[in-house]
């Protein structure tokens, strides 16, 4: 990370809208006679050859767009209280996803095939998506994965927890459309409290709304959001600013890699190997002997 930020914020205090340093009417004409009509009418000639764009055309703006992307990953921004923007972060480190049946780590084959025994992949694949976004300077695709990885990691562990003692009624839960991240701090916390991990209600709640915000436009979730904010760029911009993108999306994706590491971890992933030998040889009928037996041949 870089020791010192490419730029400082210095914005203090509020707008007012009644003052004009300018004559607004001067201004306004001469950006529409010099800046927009020139680009309506090169619009319309485009419109009038019907032009298409060309490979070299269309390799040109995608680099301007990553070019651009990039920028916006690596201008670094120092705020009020030292805090610099966007900061850096580690990869997902998942070890283990223990399987809905952990015997399958061994066997490599189900009882059963339920729908929500393959939620891993997609665990996986967005905290993945979510990490090189991030990376990329793609914000709003970023915190769009790392939420939907989060939604999805809690709906599993929940299924998972029910369907050891509960399968009727994990199968029931995993087809309950109504079932949401948001269903998880409500109804006294009590999804949270079977997986243990009451300790992660105010971040979860966090990330529903900004996924309320952002995704369903929602301006009084969003006050509520920007309103807790701690940097006072926060109190005075809407969430879909670049400039409070990067700030937005590494609290999000820090909030996805701690839920990943209480249930992922290296100390977990030796837990559910030993799980998934047990369930293994309880289904064998085998015994530790018969394990050593067949290491001595």
């Known amino acids: ?64 767009l990553m070019n651009t992307k ?44 339920k729908d929500w025994y393959h939620m891993p992949n997609l665990i996986r694949g967005f905290a993945e998506e979510s990490y090189l976004s991030y990376q990329l300077g793609f914000f709003l695709s970023s915190i ?22 509960d399968k009727t009624k994990a ?9 949401t991240l948001g269903t998880f701090i409500q109804n006294g916390n009590k999804y949270l409290e079977e997986l243990n991990i009451k300790n992660f209600y105010t971040p979860i709640e966090y990330l529903n709304d900004i996924r309320i915000s952002l995704y369903h436009f929602n301006p009084e979730r969003e006050n509520k959001v920007t309103s807790r904010g701690n940097l006072e760029i926060e109190k005075h911009s809407h969430l879909s600013d670049k400039m409070i993108l990067p700030i937005i999306a590494f609290r999000i994706y820090s909030i996805m890699l701690e839920l990943l590491n209480h249930f992922y971890s290296k100390e977990k992933a030796v837990e559910y190997f030993e799980e998934c030998k047990t369930d293994w040889t309880n289904k064998r009928g085998l015994k530790e002997e018969d394990l050593r037996k067949s290491s001595n041949h």
Request: charge should be negative; charged fraction near 40%.
């Open 171 to 179: 199968e029931e839960k995993s087809r309950d459309k109504y079932l």
């Open 144 to 165: 769009a994965s790392a939420i939907n990885c989060c939604e999805y990691l809690l709906k599993y562990e929940y299924f998972r927890h029910l369907n050891k003692t």
């Open 1 to 64: 990370m870089k020791k010192q930020a490419d730029f400082k914020y210095q914005f203090t205090g509020t707008f007012d809208p009644n003052f004009s340093p300018i004559d607004m009417k001067e201004y306004e004409k001469k950006k529409y006679l010099e800046g927009i009509l020139p680009k309506i009418e090169e619009l319309r000639e485009e419109i009038k050859k019907n032009k298409k764009q060309t490979q070299k055309e269309k390799l040109k703006n995608f680099e301007f």
């Open 70 to 113: 990039s920028n916006h990953r690596n201008w670094t921004f120092e705020y009020e209280t030292g805090d610099i923007y966007p900061k850096d972060i580690d990869e997902p480190d998942i070890r283990i996803i223990q399987f809905a049946e952990p015997h399958v780590f061994i066997t490599d084959l189900y009882d059963e095939d």
